[in-house]
């Protein structure tokens, strides 16, 4: 519902992120884009400003324009304008995320804020949301300017510190910050506890394409796609789990299922499909367990698009998310939606989507504590056992799963946050800590963005 105090007229809603499809590594692209796309046309303007990082993303080109200090495309996405920023730093052939992060990743992060900041005059917004702190660097430049700001944390990088630093910093000088599930707000009170006022808004999916109905007829029905999925990986008719993620050693927790193949599941009756791409040992190591086991593992070593993700997860029995943390866990509800019964870890967002709507309801599929691979182990085997015993278990469960999902749509998500915007809006950029005062003259780089026909950001504060 609209705030009756919120300003008239489309507000252009700034998104600072370094992913939007297709300029993808995980989560945050599938996260944006979907906000991006369900927020309300009439009241929000999504205008999305990323790295070009070695795209050419296929959207209509409006116009370039050569700022001081790096060029800025404007595109048209759909609903959304997209900014693509190069220069040598932020257009690193194909690389969202340079390694080493404290060194070259934390050069392009500081590049990105700078150029963020001297490109608000330019892109008209009334509202700064930004997603992870990677624009951080623009929020003094925010605050001078009496531009509101969100920070959305998505995930916390103490394991970066240049990047924690970014993000501490963040957290005192937004506007408004929140996160994703009430569980990694918890886990992490260390972090959020900083700010009293931290909202939680659980992430959302576009539940028509992540649904059965949007793939092509299949009369046989599910059993039919996965009887094709089988043939094609030459994997015998047995229950089968897929594990979709990026490899790395500290979050997802593909680690856990390796170990879990030793603790309990030699000779067990089921398949287990690997996919994904990431830490190269990791992924060596899933290889030699994937030849070690003969015919139930297969290792697909690639991150696979959004559709192929959904064909899979439309056609295996069960999702393995076996994440260390994880503070939403967009594929649990990918999982549920396509009808992939979940064995998930108990914690951060999967520990809330699982978590029963009764008291004592187990929710859909099986969860465990993180890190235990005998736990997982023995949850696989559980819910193996119960589909061949009871197919009729597993109709019931994947119905509970896709109504489970349904409390998680991108429409849902995306009304939330223009109530966040709309009221913070209304209520002006951090009130609580005053605005430093406005110097005499615009700065070099802002005054050329003037010249070039870009609005006043001043008269758009409010
Ligand atoms: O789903 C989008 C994603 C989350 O848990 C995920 C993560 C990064 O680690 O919010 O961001």
Same mark, same amino acid.
């Given at each position: 519902m609209r705030?009756?105090?919120e300003?008239?007229?489309?507000?252009? @809603?700034?998104?600072?992120?370094?992913?939007?499809?297709?300029?993808? $590594?995980?989560?945050?692209?599938?996260? @944006?884009?979907?906000l991006?796309?369900a927020?309300?046309?009439?009241?929000?303007?999504?205008?999305?400003?990323?790295?070009?990082?070695?795209?050419?993303p296929?959207?209509?080109h &409006?116009?370039r324009?050569?700022?001081?200090? $790096?060029?800025?495309?404007?595109?048209?996405?759909?609903?959304?304008?997209?900014?693509? !920023?190069? *220069? #040598?730093?932020?257009?690193s052939e194909?690389?969202?995320?340079?390694? #080493?992060?404290?060194?070259?990743?934390? /050069?392009?992060?500081?590049?990105?804020?700078?150029?963020? =900041?001297?490109?608000?005059?330019?892109?008209? %917004?009334r509202?700064?949301?930004?997603?992870?702190?990677?624009?951080? /660097? $623009?929020?003094?430049?925010?605050?001078?300017?009496?531009?509101?700001?969100?920070?959305?944390?998505?995930?916390l990088?103490?394991?970066?510190?240049?990047l924690?630093?970014?993000?501490?910093?963040?957290?005192? &000088?937004?506007? @408004?910050?929140?996160?994703?599930?009430?569980?990694y707000?918890?886990?992490?009170d260390d +972090?959020?506890?900083?700010?009293?006022?931290?909202?939680?808004?659980?992430?959302?999916?576009?539940?028509?394409?992540w649904?059965?109905?949007?793939? #092509?007829?299949? #009369?046989?029905g599910?059993?039919?796609?996965?009887?094709?999925?089988?043939?094609?990986?030459?994997?015998?008719?047995?229950?089968?789990?897929?594990?979709?993620?990026?490899?790395d050693?500290?979050? /997802?927790? &593909?680690d856990?299922?390796?170990?879990?193949?030793?603790?309990?599941?030699?000779?067990?009756?089921? *398949?287990?499909i690997?996919?994904?791409?990431?830490?190269? =040992?990791?992924?060596e190591?899933?290889? =030699?367990? %994937?030849?070690?086991?003969?015919?139930?593992?297969?290792l697909?070593?690639?991150?696979?698009?959004?559709?192929?993700?959904?064909?899979?997860?439309?056609a295996?029995? +069960?999702?393995?998310i076996?994440?260390?943390?994880?503070?939403?866990?967009?594929?649990?509800?990918?999982?549920?939606?396509?009808?992939?019964?979940?064995? %998930?870890?108990?914690?951060?967002?999967?520990?809330?989507v699982?978590?029963?709507?009764?008291?004592?309801?187990?929710?859909?599929?099986?969860? +465990?504590?993180?890190?235990?691979?005998?736990?997982?182990a023995?949850?696989?085997?559980?819910?193996?056992?119960?589909?061949?015993?009871?197919?009729?278990?597993?109709d019931? =469960?994947?119905?509970?799963?896709?109504?489970?999902?349904?409390?998680?749509?991108?429409?849902?998500?995306?009304?939330?946050?223009?109530?966040?915007?709309?009221?913070? !809006?209304? %209520?002006?950029?951090?009130?609580?800590?005053?605005?430093p005062?406005?110097?005499s003259?615009?700065?070099?780089?802002?005054?050329?963005?003037?010249?070039e026909?870009? *609005?006043?950001?001043?008269?758009?504060?409010?």
């Open positions: 705030d009756a105090r300003p008239r007229g489309r507000a252009r @809603v700034a998104m600072l992120t370094c992913e939007l499809d297709p300029i993808r $590594c995980g989560g945050l692209a599938t996260m @944006v884009t979907a991006c796309r927020l309300d046309p009439a009241r929000f303007q999504p205008v999305v400003v990323l790295p070009r990082s070695g795209h050419a296929p959207w209509p &409006l116009e324009r050569l700022l001081p200090y $790096c060029a800025a495309d404007r595109y048209q996405a759909g609903g959304s304008e997209v900014w693509l !920023l190069s *220069n #040598p730093l932020l257009d194909g690389v969202i995320y340079p390694e #080493p992060y404290d060194h070259a990743g934390i /050069k392009k992060t500081d590049e990105y804020g700078e150029r963020v =900041a001297e490109l608000l005059g330019a892109l008209d %917004a509202l700064l949301h930004l997603h992870d702190a990677y624009a951080y /660097k $623009c929020l003094y430049e925010a605050r001078r300017l009496g531009l509101p700001t969100v920070l959305t944390i998505h995930r990088h103490e394991d970066e510190p240049p924690a630093f970014a993000e501490m910093a963040s957290a005192q &000088l937004a506007t @408004v910050v929140t996160t994703v599930s009430d569980a707000r918890r886990e992490r +972090f959020f506890s900083a700010r009293q006022d931290v909202q939680v808004i659980p992430n959302g999916i576009d539940l028509d394409f649904s059965e109905d949007a793939l #092509p007829p299949e #009369p046989a599910r059993a039919a796609r996965r009887r094709r999925l089988l043939r094609s990986l030459e994997l015998p008719e047995r229950p089968t789990f897929a594990f979709v993620g990026r490899f050693r500290d979050q /997802k927790g &593909l856990v299922l390796l170990d879990a193949l030793h603790a309990g599941l030699e000779g067990a009756p089921l *398949n287990l690997v996919a994904g791409e990431g830490d190269r =040992a990791l992924a190591r899933t290889a =030699a367990a %994937a030849a070690a086991a003969g015919d139930r593992v297969r697909l070593r690639r991150m696979l698009p959004q559709d192929e993700v959904r064909a899979l997860l439309a295996v029995d +069960f999702a393995v076996p994440s260390r943390y994880e503070p939403f866990g967009l594929i649990l509800i990918e999982a549920l939606a396509m009808g992939a019964i979940p064995v %998930a870890s108990r914690v951060g967002g999967l520990r809330d699982l978590a029963g709507a009764q008291p004592g309801d187990p929710g859909p599929g099986r969860s +465990f504590e993180a890190g235990d691979a005998a736990g997982l023995a949850a696989m085997l559980e819910m193996a056992r119960l589909a061949l015993a009871a197919p009729e278990a597993m019931n =469960a994947r119905r509970a799963a896709r109504t489970r999902a349904e409390a998680y749509s991108a429409r849902r998500m995306a009304a939330r946050y223009e109530a966040l915007y709309s009221a913070t !809006l209304a %209520a002006g950029a951090s009130p609580a800590a005053g605005r005062a406005a110097p003259g615009p700065p070099a780089g802002r005054a050329r963005a003037r010249e026909g870009a *609005n006043d950001a001043d008269r758009s504060a409010t």
